[in-house]
């Protein structure tokens, strides 16, 4: 089974920035889509971002485009979600998932494999 390890979340100013890490443990992250899904208290769970498992594709919500830049380096097994331009209303708990499809999805439900998340704080 795939485990899945996040780190790097922090509280940081506005404009501050942080770069998110996801770590597979055990399998390799090759065939999964690895998406970024943040869950802020009282509301649903948003996609933020996704990268594809073969033709590197992204995807970003409308909410951090041109914030957020989601990367992988397979040879270390680690996807990483490198954020800019931080706003308050980025504030929740970030979670590294991933699914056997080949491509992305910006529907949480859809990914099969999930971290324990890590928490992004931005406050003023």
């Known amino acids: 089974q795939l485990q899945l390890v996040e780190s790097g979340g922090d509280l940081v100013q506005p404009g501050g920035s942080l770069r998110l890490s996801c770590v597979a443990s055990?399998?390799?992250?090759?065939?999964?889509?690895i998406g970024w899904i943040r869950q802020a208290p009282g509301k649903e769970r948003e996609v933020v971002s996704c990268?594809?498992?073969?033709?590197?594709?992204?995807y970003y919500a409308d909410s951090v485009k041109g914030r957020f830049t989601i990367s992988r380096d397979n040879a270390k097994n680690t996807v990483y979600l490198q954020m800019n331009s931080l706003k308050p209303e980025d504030t929740a708990v970030y979670y590294c998932?991933?699914?056997?499809?080949?491509?992305?999805?910006?529907?949480?439900?859809?990914?099969?494999?999930w971290g324990q998340g890590t928490q992004v704080t931005v406050y003023s």
């Open positions: 990268i594809s498992s073969n033709d590197g594709s992204t």
């Open positions: 055990s399998l390799t992250l090759d065939p999964y889509a």
């Open positions: 998932a991933a699914t056997h499809r080949a491509y992305c999805s910006g529907y949480a439900i859809m990914y099969d494999y």
